[in-house]
């Protein structure tokens, strides 16, 4: 008997480590509700929503505006911004020198907020780390963790299709659920 269980194990923990070591990939509809608004010219227009690459495992934090300035300088050949958005939030397309020379900010993942997503989930980290808004589907980072986990956290959240933003009023990010 424990014969079988400790075959059913080896045959069981390869699929285990391959899902839980699975890429963060946002979906496709997500990438490209995103790009809808592409008028640049307005000022800041676009600027408060936050965009995570993974280069590395380090996470870039930009803007649809750097995206587009990005994609406009260097990646011409793509035809639409929705493409070009997809293959550099989904797939590794960007340098590493586009993307510091282009993010508000870098980071590395904090590990308690890796080990707690990975071990329980985005729920999880709703019910930790985030205060309900009045509006369905809208939280806010809470105001006393370290900017590291905040950072991590608005990873995730970006990784599991939310909006993020920076509220410049009340010093809050705000994060949306666009899983609907």
Do not use: W
């Not at 990438?31 to 995570?52: A, C, G, M, Q, T």
């Not at 590493?96 to 707690?116: C, G, P, Q």
């Amino acid at each position: 008997m424990k014969q079988n269980k400790f075959k059913l194990l080896v045959i069981i923990f390869p699929f285990l480590l391959c899902a839980c070591s699975k890429e963060l990939k946002n979906d496709k509809k997500f990438i490209e509700n995103l790009s809808n608004d592409v008028d640049f010219d307005l000022p800041l227009y676009n600027k408060s929503l936050k965009v995570f690459i993974n280069k590395d495992d380090t996470i870039y934090a930009t803007s649809l505006r750097e995206l587009h300035f990005i994609k406009d300088k260097n990646y011409k050949d793509y035809k639409d911004f929705d493409s070009f958005l997809i293959n550099a939030i989904n797939d590794n397309l960007l340098s590493k020198s586009d993307l510091i020379k282009n993010s508000e900010f870098n980071f590395v993942l904090d590990k308690t907020v890796m080990e707690d997503y990975s071990n329980n989930g985005l729920n999880y980290l709703i019910n930790k780390y985030c205060e309900k808004s009045d509006s369905k589907n809208k939280y806010y980072i809470l105001s006393n963790l370290s900017f590291n986990i905040k950072q991590s956290l608005m990873y995730f959240f970006f990784k599991n299709n939310y909006y993020v933003m920076h509220n410049d009023h009340s010093g809050k990010y705000v994060l949306i659920s666009k899983n609907l």
